[in-house]
Protein backbone atom coordinates (compact mmCIF):
# COMPACT_ATOMS: atom_id res chain seq x y z
CA UNK A 1 0.00 0.00 0.00
CA UNK A 2 0.64 3.69 -0.80
CA UNK A 3 1.30 5.83 2.39
CA UNK A 4 -1.59 7.49 1.83
CA UNK A 5 -3.58 4.40 1.76
CA UNK A 6 -1.52 3.71 5.19
CA UNK A 7 -2.92 6.72 6.92
CA UNK A 8 -6.33 5.67 6.09
CA UNK A 9 -6.07 2.59 7.40
CA UNK A 10 -4.15 3.80 10.41
CA UNK A 11 -7.31 5.83 10.73
CA UNK A 12 -9.80 3.34 10.35
CA UNK A 13 -8.32 1.07 13.04
CA UNK A 14 -7.40 3.68 15.28
CA UNK A 15 -11.99 4.61 15.53
CA UNK A 16 -12.33 1.25 15.50
CA UNK A 17 -10.50 0.79 18.72
CA UNK A 18 -12.11 3.76 20.14
CA UNK A 19 -10.70 6.83 19.41
CA UNK A 20 -12.81 9.63 17.99
CA UNK A 21 -10.30 11.48 15.49
CA UNK A 22 -7.11 11.40 14.39
CA UNK A 23 -4.70 13.55 12.67
CA UNK A 24 -1.36 13.51 11.34
CA UNK A 25 1.86 15.43 11.31
CA UNK A 26 5.26 15.18 9.83
CA UNK A 27 8.23 14.61 12.59
CA UNK A 28 10.25 17.66 12.94
CA UNK A 29 11.44 20.07 15.56
CA UNK A 30 8.43 21.76 17.22
CA UNK A 31 10.72 25.49 16.54
CA UNK A 32 7.19 27.43 17.34
CA UNK A 33 6.81 26.12 20.81
CA UNK A 34 10.47 26.54 22.03
CA UNK A 35 10.40 30.00 22.89
CA UNK A 36 6.85 29.58 24.63
CA UNK A 37 7.78 26.62 26.73
CA UNK A 38 11.10 28.47 27.53
CA UNK A 39 9.26 31.48 29.00
CA UNK A 40 6.18 29.81 30.32
CA UNK A 41 8.97 28.18 32.42
CA UNK A 42 10.71 31.05 33.08
CA UNK A 43 7.61 32.61 34.63
CA UNK A 44 7.59 29.23 36.94
CA UNK A 45 3.67 28.98 35.49
CA UNK A 46 4.85 25.63 36.27
CA UNK A 47 4.63 25.67 40.10
CA UNK A 48 6.10 22.35 41.42
CA UNK A 49 5.26 20.81 38.56
CA UNK A 50 9.28 20.21 38.22
CA UNK A 51 8.85 17.38 35.81
CA UNK A 52 7.53 19.99 33.13
CA UNK A 53 11.39 21.33 32.97
CA UNK A 54 12.70 17.85 32.14
CA UNK A 55 13.42 16.48 28.82
CA UNK A 56 13.09 19.67 27.14
CA UNK A 57 14.81 18.97 23.84
CA UNK A 58 12.84 15.52 23.37
CA UNK A 59 9.39 17.11 24.35
CA UNK A 60 10.39 19.70 21.32
CA UNK A 61 11.76 16.90 18.88
CA UNK A 62 10.09 13.82 18.41
CA UNK A 63 13.34 12.18 16.86
CA UNK A 64 14.42 12.18 19.90
CA UNK A 65 12.37 9.69 21.12
CA UNK A 66 11.83 7.33 17.97
CA UNK A 67 14.81 6.86 15.98
CA UNK A 68 14.76 8.28 12.43
CA UNK A 69 10.79 9.54 13.36
CA UNK A 70 9.09 10.18 10.22
CA UNK A 71 5.18 10.99 11.71
CA UNK A 72 3.30 12.16 15.41
CA UNK A 73 -0.29 10.36 14.95
CA UNK A 74 -2.52 12.37 17.52
CA UNK A 75 -5.69 10.59 18.26
CA UNK A 76 -8.28 12.13 20.81
CA UNK A 77 -10.37 10.27 22.98
CA UNK A 78 -13.79 11.62 24.38
CA UNK A 79 -14.52 11.53 27.82
CA UNK A 80 -17.92 14.30 28.51
CA UNK A 81 -20.15 12.03 30.23
CA UNK A 82 -24.15 11.67 30.39
CA UNK A 83 -24.37 13.53 33.93
CA UNK A 84 -21.93 16.07 34.88
CA UNK A 85 -22.53 16.36 38.38
CA UNK A 86 -24.27 14.23 40.99
CA UNK A 87 -25.81 14.54 43.86
CA UNK A 88 -22.95 15.71 46.15
CA UNK A 89 -21.98 19.23 46.24
CA UNK A 90 -18.86 17.99 45.82
CA UNK A 91 -17.53 17.91 42.63
CA UNK A 92 -14.63 16.08 40.53
CA UNK A 93 -13.47 16.52 36.90
CA UNK A 94 -14.94 14.30 34.94
CA UNK A 95 -12.23 12.99 33.20
CA UNK A 96 -11.68 11.59 36.70
CA UNK A 97 -14.90 9.90 36.57
CA UNK A 98 -14.01 6.31 35.41
CA UNK A 99 -11.24 3.94 35.09
CA UNK A 100 -7.46 5.57 34.99
CA UNK A 101 -7.40 6.95 31.23
CA UNK A 102 -3.48 6.52 31.24
CA UNK A 103 -4.25 2.45 31.20
CA UNK A 104 -7.20 2.48 28.94
CA UNK A 105 -5.61 4.38 26.32
CA UNK A 106 -2.17 3.08 26.75
CA UNK A 107 -3.86 -0.06 26.25
CA UNK A 108 -5.87 0.89 23.30
CA UNK A 109 -2.30 2.49 21.45
CA UNK A 110 -0.64 -0.49 22.19
CA UNK A 111 -3.20 -2.98 20.26
CA UNK A 112 -2.93 -0.38 17.46
CA UNK A 113 0.61 -0.53 17.44
CA UNK A 114 0.31 -4.70 17.37
CA UNK A 115 -1.95 -4.09 14.39
CA UNK A 116 0.39 -1.59 12.37
CA UNK A 117 3.30 -4.21 13.57
CA UNK A 118 1.71 -7.17 11.86
CA UNK A 119 -0.47 -5.56 9.02
CA UNK A 120 2.39 -3.08 8.04
CA UNK A 121 5.60 -4.85 9.58
CA UNK A 122 8.91 -4.23 10.55
CA UNK A 123 7.52 -0.49 11.72
CA UNK A 124 8.88 1.54 15.07
CA UNK A 125 6.39 3.00 17.25
CA UNK A 126 5.82 4.94 20.58
CA UNK A 127 2.63 5.45 22.34
CA UNK A 128 2.40 8.43 24.74
CA UNK A 129 -0.61 9.40 26.63
CA UNK A 130 -0.25 12.75 28.75
CA UNK A 131 3.08 12.18 29.14
CA UNK A 132 5.65 15.24 29.85
CA UNK A 133 7.76 14.97 26.72
CA UNK A 134 5.30 15.27 24.26
CA UNK A 135 3.06 18.54 23.77
CA UNK A 136 0.02 16.77 22.39
CA UNK A 137 -1.60 19.72 21.99
CA UNK A 138 1.10 21.52 19.52
CA UNK A 139 0.60 17.80 17.56
CA UNK A 140 -2.89 17.97 17.44
CA UNK A 141 -3.18 21.75 16.21
CA UNK A 142 -0.31 20.88 13.81
CA UNK A 143 -2.50 17.46 12.62
CA UNK A 144 -5.38 20.10 11.96
CA UNK A 145 -7.70 18.32 14.86
CA UNK A 146 -8.77 22.09 16.42
CA UNK A 147 -6.77 25.18 18.07
CA UNK A 148 -5.87 25.90 21.57
CA UNK A 149 -8.35 28.08 23.40
CA UNK A 150 -7.92 30.63 25.63
CA UNK A 151 -8.44 28.37 28.68
CA UNK A 152 -5.39 25.96 27.19
CA UNK A 153 -7.84 23.64 26.02
CA UNK A 154 -7.44 22.06 22.39
CA UNK A 155 -10.88 22.85 20.84
CA UNK A 156 -12.60 21.45 17.81
CA UNK A 157 -15.49 22.97 16.00
CA UNK A 158 -17.16 19.58 16.27
CA UNK A 159 -16.32 18.34 19.35
CA UNK A 160 -15.94 20.80 21.79
CA UNK A 161 -13.09 20.09 24.39
CA UNK A 162 -13.96 17.39 26.94
CA UNK A 163 -11.38 14.44 25.16
CA UNK A 164 -8.43 13.52 26.15
CA UNK A 165 -5.43 13.79 23.66
CA UNK A 166 -2.51 10.50 22.93
CA UNK A 167 0.32 10.83 20.26
CA UNK A 168 2.22 7.63 18.76
CA UNK A 169 5.63 8.47 17.12
CA UNK A 170 7.07 6.27 14.36
CA UNK A 171 9.33 6.02 11.76
CA UNK A 172 6.74 5.39 8.87
CA UNK A 173 5.76 7.86 6.40
CA UNK A 174 2.55 8.69 6.07
CA UNK A 175 0.56 11.57 4.46
CA UNK A 176 -0.12 14.84 6.64
CA UNK A 177 -2.33 17.17 7.23
CA UNK A 178 -1.50 20.26 5.55
CA UNK A 179 -4.44 22.56 7.23
CA UNK A 180 -4.95 23.94 10.56
CA UNK A 181 -7.90 24.84 12.01
CA UNK A 182 -8.39 28.84 12.93
CA UNK A 183 -9.10 30.19 15.87
CA UNK A 184 -12.62 30.54 16.61
CA UNK A 185 -12.28 31.95 19.91
CA UNK A 186 -12.91 35.38 18.98
CA UNK A 187 -13.62 38.27 20.94
CA UNK A 188 -15.21 35.68 23.24
CA UNK A 189 -13.51 35.77 27.22
CA UNK A 190 -16.16 33.70 28.58
CA UNK A 191 -13.24 31.33 30.51
CA UNK A 192 -11.33 34.00 31.40
CA UNK A 193 -14.35 35.98 33.23
CA UNK A 194 -15.34 32.59 35.02
CA UNK A 195 -11.97 30.97 36.28
CA UNK A 196 -11.82 32.16 40.08
CA UNK A 197 -8.70 32.03 40.25
CA UNK A 198 -7.68 33.82 37.92
CA UNK A 199 -5.07 31.79 36.32
CA UNK A 200 -6.19 32.44 32.68
CA UNK A 201 -3.83 35.71 31.65
CA UNK A 202 -5.50 37.44 28.54
CA UNK A 203 -2.58 36.88 26.84
CA UNK A 204 -2.93 33.26 25.96
CA UNK A 205 -1.02 31.69 28.77
CA UNK A 206 -2.31 29.42 31.85
CA UNK A 207 -0.56 30.28 34.93
CA UNK A 208 -0.83 26.34 35.78
CA UNK A 209 0.47 27.36 39.55
CA UNK A 210 -2.58 28.91 40.37
CA UNK A 211 -5.03 26.99 38.81
CA UNK A 212 -7.79 24.95 40.92
CA UNK A 213 -6.56 21.64 38.87
CA UNK A 214 -3.37 22.36 40.22
CA UNK A 215 -4.03 23.22 43.87
CA UNK A 216 -6.08 20.05 44.40
CA UNK A 217 -3.89 17.63 42.50
CA UNK A 218 -0.35 18.75 42.02
CA UNK A 219 0.31 20.69 44.64
CA UNK A 220 1.54 18.98 48.15
CA UNK A 221 1.28 21.60 51.02
CA UNK A 222 -1.28 23.25 52.74
CA UNK A 223 -4.01 25.13 50.52
CA UNK A 224 -3.76 28.37 51.32
CA UNK A 225 -7.00 30.66 52.41
CA UNK A 226 -8.83 32.69 49.30
CA UNK A 227 -12.01 34.84 49.45
CA UNK A 228 -12.56 34.03 45.96
CA UNK A 229 -15.38 30.71 46.13
CA UNK A 230 -13.57 27.53 43.98
CA UNK A 231 -16.89 26.67 43.72
CA UNK A 232 -16.59 23.27 45.39
CA UNK A 233 -13.99 21.48 43.22
CA UNK A 234 -12.03 19.06 45.42
CA UNK A 235 -10.37 17.32 42.47
CA UNK A 236 -9.41 19.08 39.08
CA UNK A 237 -12.03 22.26 37.81
CA UNK A 238 -14.11 21.90 35.12
CA UNK A 239 -15.17 25.82 34.92
CA UNK A 240 -13.54 26.83 32.15
CA UNK A 241 -14.54 24.17 30.11
CA UNK A 242 -18.08 24.21 31.57
CA UNK A 243 -18.89 27.66 30.54
CA UNK A 244 -16.75 27.44 26.57
CA UNK A 245 -19.43 27.59 23.77
CA UNK A 246 -17.86 25.34 21.79
CA UNK A 247 -18.86 22.82 24.57
CA UNK A 248 -22.03 22.54 23.46
CA UNK A 249 -21.65 20.49 20.85
CA UNK A 250 -20.35 17.78 23.42
CA UNK A 251 -21.76 14.56 22.98
CA UNK A 252 -21.50 11.62 25.86
CA UNK A 253 -18.62 9.14 25.27
CA UNK A 254 -19.24 5.96 24.39
CA UNK A 255 -16.44 4.07 26.36
CA UNK A 256 -17.29 2.05 29.05
CA UNK A 257 -14.15 1.94 31.32
CA UNK A 258 -14.56 6.03 31.54
CA UNK A 259 -18.39 4.97 33.26
CA UNK A 260 -18.73 6.66 36.79
CA UNK A 261 -17.53 4.82 39.59
CA UNK A 262 -20.39 3.83 41.14
CA UNK A 263 -20.07 5.58 44.67
CA UNK A 264 -18.78 8.55 42.75
CA UNK A 265 -22.57 8.83 41.82
CA UNK A 266 -23.87 7.49 45.30
CA UNK A 267 -21.59 9.79 47.71
CA UNK A 268 -23.32 12.28 49.75
CA UNK A 269 -21.36 15.35 51.11
CA UNK A 270 -21.09 13.43 54.64
CA UNK A 271 -20.00 10.29 52.57
CA UNK A 272 -17.19 12.58 51.41
CA UNK A 273 -16.37 13.85 54.62
CA UNK A 274 -16.09 10.93 56.57
CA UNK A 275 -13.48 9.04 53.50
CA UNK A 276 -11.09 7.31 55.79
CA UNK A 277 -7.80 6.18 54.00
CA UNK A 278 -8.98 2.58 53.48
CA UNK A 279 -12.35 3.33 52.10
CA UNK A 280 -10.11 5.87 49.62
CA UNK A 281 -7.81 3.17 48.60
CA UNK A 282 -10.35 0.20 48.08
CA UNK A 283 -12.91 3.03 45.96
CA UNK A 284 -10.05 4.65 43.80
CA UNK A 285 -7.27 2.51 43.24
CA UNK A 286 -7.96 2.39 39.71
CA UNK A 287 -9.16 5.64 39.38
CA UNK A 288 -6.80 9.21 38.02
CA UNK A 289 -8.84 10.54 41.64
CA UNK A 290 -5.79 8.39 43.27
CA UNK A 291 -3.12 11.29 42.28
CA UNK A 292 -3.90 13.17 44.47
CA UNK A 293 -3.46 10.48 47.81
CA UNK A 294 -6.08 10.43 50.46
CA UNK A 295 -3.89 13.41 51.93
CA UNK A 296 -4.61 15.73 48.80
CA UNK A 297 -8.62 14.63 48.45
CA UNK A 298 -9.19 14.89 52.60
CA UNK A 299 -7.42 18.24 52.58
CA UNK A 300 -9.04 19.15 49.47
CA UNK A 301 -12.87 18.25 51.02
CA UNK A 302 -11.55 20.06 54.15
CA UNK A 303 -10.63 23.46 52.65
CA UNK A 304 -13.65 23.35 50.55
CA UNK A 305 -16.26 22.40 53.52
CA UNK A 306 -14.54 25.72 55.33
CA UNK A 307 -15.13 27.91 52.27
CA UNK A 308 -18.65 26.73 51.90
CA UNK A 309 -18.97 27.10 55.55
CA UNK A 310 -17.69 30.48 55.84
CA UNK A 311 -20.19 31.73 52.82
CA UNK A 312 -23.05 30.32 54.49
CA UNK A 313 -21.89 32.04 58.06
S1 LIG B 1 -9.49 24.67 35.32
FE1 LIG B 1 -10.61 26.11 36.69
S2 LIG B 1 -9.04 27.16 37.86
FE2 LIG B 1 -8.01 26.16 36.12
S3 LIG B 1 -7.93 27.70 34.54
FE3 LIG B 1 -9.83 26.58 34.20
S4 LIG B 1 -11.43 27.70 35.36
FE4 LIG B 1 -9.41 28.41 36.07
S1 LIG C 1 -14.69 30.19 26.53
FE1 LIG C 1 -14.49 31.51 24.73
S2 LIG C 1 -12.42 32.35 24.87
FE2 LIG C 1 -12.52 30.62 26.26
S3 LIG C 1 -11.75 28.91 25.07
FE3 LIG C 1 -13.97 28.91 24.83
S4 LIG C 1 -14.37 30.12 22.98
FE4 LIG C 1 -12.26 30.52 23.60
Redesign the pocket.
Known sequence: MMNGQWTRWIELEALKLGFDAVGFARAERLVDDEIRLTQWLKQDYHGNMRYMENHFDKRLDPRLLVEDAQTVITFIKNYYPEQLHFQSDYKISCYAYGQDYHDVIRNQLQQLIASMQSEIGNIQARGFVDSAPVLERSWAVRSGLGWVGK??NLISKRKGSFFFIATLITDLALDYTNNPVADFCGTCTK?ID????D??LPNRT?NGSH???YYTIELKDALLETNKSWDN?IF?????QEVCPWNRFSTPHQEDSFKPLSELVQFSNKDWEELDEATFKQVFSKSPIKRSKFSGLSRNIAFIKNQSDKLKG
Open positions: NGCACPTAIICISWGCDIC
